[in-house]
């Protein structure tokens, strides 16, 4: 008598084996077909294949006590994208499709962090850079497991959401990132987050350079940089790296197709 198959993996990308059988053709997703009206094209895209990535919102960037208010950067274009989240993400969870929070935590020793990526953050050597502790809270700027690294209190995460910490722009680098999403078959993904021309721009780069298909969600995202940096990081994404929509086309897209 055959043993039965167990599941070996993570689905959809896993296997059924026994002693005798390996069964490796991953069965397909069901498909979630919707058409989103971006800036440039109209989208057909499959939300069963998609997932989206929330950079860096998180109180060293975002909130009153964090390190970039800090060191005198209004934060409060960094705050935009708090209220939009808030009404996309409970309809994306009832979509099934992943919220992944990719969040700048370094470690405590910062051994993986180079004296050039230490500069940025104090330039001078005797202000408070990574890992020293705030002012405000004795946080330690940018640390994993630390309040500064924390998300903004303001954005729920549920226990089935997935956490990445990152400890470059790019989520991409050093980080377990792509073999998740390639473990989930997620191939579209939706970015959100700040700052728009540095962290986002960074991983949506890099996400572009390995295959996946990126839309950056214009009010989910936001920077506390110039207005020319913004305006600089949607003409890019529009002509070399993917599409530029909106939170109200998602949801629109999404609740056509129900």
């Known amino acids: 008598m055959?043993?039965?198959?167990?599941?070996?993996?993570?689905?959809?990308?896993?296997?059924?084996?026994?002693a005798?059988?390996?069964?490796?053709t991953r069965p397909p997703l069901d498909s979630n077909i919707i058409t989103l009206t971006t800036a440039t094209k109209t989208l057909r895209l499959d939300l069963a294949k998609a997932a989206i990535l929330i950079?860096?919102?998180?109180n060293d960037f975002c909130h009153p006590d964090g390190w970039l208010a800090h060191i005198g950067v209004d934060v409060n274009p960094a705050r935009q994208p708090i209220a939009p989240l808030q009404g996309l993400l409970p309809v994306?969870?009832?979509?099934?499709?992943?919220?992944l929070w990719v969040n700048w935590g370094n470690r405590p020793d910062l051994l993986n962090i180079s004296a050039g990526l230490r500069h940025v953050y104090n330039p001078t050597g005797d202000g408070v850079g990574l890992g020293d502790p705030l002012p405000a809270n004795d946080a330690p700027v940018l640390i994993k497991e630390?309040?500064?690294?924390?998300?903004?209190?303001?954005?729920?995460?549920?226990p089935e959401d997935i956490r990445v910490d990152k400890y470059r722009m790019s989520g991409f680098w050093d980080t377990p990132l792509d073999s998740i999403l390639k473990n989930l078959g997620k191939t579209t993904l939706f970015f959100a987050g700040v700052?728009?021309?540095q962290c986002v721009m960074a991983t949506l780069q890099d996400a572009n350079?390995?295959?996946?298909?990126?839309l950056l969600l214009t009010d989910c995202s936001a920077t506390t940089s110039p207005d020319y940096c913004w305006q600089a990081t949607l003409y890019n994404v529009n002509q070399c790296f993917g599409f530029v929509a909106d939170s109200h086309a998602l949801l629109d897209a999404i609740k056509s197709s129900v």
């Open 146 to 158: 630390s309040w500064a690294a924390a998300v903004v209190d303001e954005l729920e995460q549920k």
């Open 195 to 197: 700052n728009a021309d």
């Open 2 to 18: 055959t043993s039965p198959l167990r599941t070996l993996g993570v689905p959809p990308n896993a296997w059924s084996v026994n």
């Open 209 to 214: 350079f390995l295959g996946y298909d990126c």
């Open 92 to 99: 994306l969870r009832g979509a099934s499709v992943p919220i």
């Open 20 to 24: 005798a059988i390996a069964d490796i």
């Open 55 to 58: 950079i860096d919102m998180q």
